[in-house]
């Protein structure tokens, strides 16, 4: 089957290879005679998944599993703006958000059903078009929270934050795994799957142990946190096809170098694109002017005369490539190229660029 470059955000691109071991699996398993989608979740089958998943994850962050532990949820990472102040934000208590895209909102939105909420940096007086550098941090709050990605906007965080003794939170939804970090610094990493490492329906939880020991108790079962790690993410009947993919898709990343390797790739498929758009300074306008703050993965420009954007998305279908539109909240034009998408796909996006670009000035 011919395959189109998909630059969509999400549910996006996976490797052609997971696809395919993926594709057999929903036949058959392990020669139990069963699809993954029909294999109990507490069963023998199953049971190599879901834990062969979580070692392989801690081990590609370079974590314990002393140290540390690895919750497969549904819910994505909005179920997460909730979960995590329910888990260990009080009235009496203060957590610390950033506020750097439509998520940080979001997450902050939630958090203030809880208990307090102190803004340690925002970039929304430009349309989240920067990080914000300067950290208001709140000595002995709760914890700080911050997203590394935003997807929307297409900025990155890549410096860890320094905020001391207070527990590091980060929803790294659009992002995980795609460069190398020093994932110790974190009390706690959550992610949705279906960007970088598996289709839609599971969030990947990683927790520092000595963290979850400090969680409430006094709320509901399957939104604590403490319950789905004493269950090892089965307190329920988790989703299975999802984390199957998941670790299939972690096990190309291990054996195809780790996240030294990935990054590299990355770095060198976004420099295709953004070189392209900073080339034409009068025909294109990439929204995040800080170079710094350019995310990897999501990459946000538009045209400066609007009406050819028509043309332009019309010119991407006839060239197989799909999911360019800007979010609607936003306009304009963004290339999501994650762990997966093509480096191909990268030279054939810059070479349109181009291509569109002195047909433009031409004209």
Not at 9 to 15: D, R
Not at 248 to 273: D, M, Q, Y
Not at 295 to 319: C, P, V
Not at 350 to 357: G, P, T
Request: charged fraction near 25%.
């Amino acid at each position: 089957m011919e395959r189109i470059y998909n630059f969509s955000s999400g549910p996006a691109v996976l490797p052609l290879s997971v696809l395919e071991e993926a594709s057999r699996g929903v036949l058959g398993i392990n020669g139990s005679g069963m699809s993954v989608l029909e294999v109990s979740h507490r069963g023998k089958d199953y049971e190599a998944i879901h834990y062969g998943a979580g070692e392989r994850l801690l081990r590609i962050m370079g974590l314990s599993q002393e140290e540390y532990i690895v919750l497969f949820l549904g819910g994505g990472a909005s179920l997460q703006f909730a979960m995590l102040p329910m888990n260990f934000l009080t009235p009496d208590k203060t957590a610390c958000y950033v506020n750097a895209g439509e998520w940080g909102k979001k997450a902050i939105k939630e958090a203030k059903l809880f208990g307090q909420v102190h803004v340690a940096g925002s970039s929304e007086d430009k349309n989240f078009s920067y990080i914000p550098k300067q950290l208001d941090v709140n000595p002995g709050s709760a914890y700080f929270h911050y997203t590394t990605n935003n997807t929307i906007e297409g900025t990155t965080q890549f410096a860890t934050p320094e905020v001391g003794d207070i527990p590091l939170i980060t929803d790294a939804s659009s992002e995980f795994l795609s460069r190398a970090m020093d994932f110790s610094k974190f009390s706690m990493i959550y992610a949705g799957a279906q960007k970088n490492l598996g289709p839609a329906g599971v969030t990947m939880i990683v927790m520092r142990k000595s963290f979850l020991e400090t969680a409430r108790e006094d709320i509901p079962a399957i939104l604590s946190y403490k319950t789905h790690a004493k269950a090892d993410s089965l307190y329920n009947t988790p989703p299975v096809f999802p984390i199957y993919v998941t670790g299939l898709t972690l096990k190309w990343i291990e054996e195809g170098g780790g996240l030294a390797v990935i990054e590299k790739r990355n770095r060198e498929k976004a420099a295709l694109i953004y070189d392209a758009l900073d080339a034409y300074p009068d025909f294109y306008e990439p929204t995040v002017i800080q170079k710094e703050d350019r995310s990897l993965m999501n990459i946000t420009f538009r045209i400066r005369d609007t009406e050819r954007e028509k043309s332009f998305l019309s010119g991407a279908q006839e060239r197989k490539m799909d999911g360019l539109k800007g979010h609607r909240s936003v306009g304009g034009f963004r290339a999501s190229i994650y762990n997966a998408f093509p480096v191909e796909g990268c030279v054939a996006l810059a070479e349109y660029l181009h291509e569109f670009a002195e047909r433009g000035v031409r004209d």
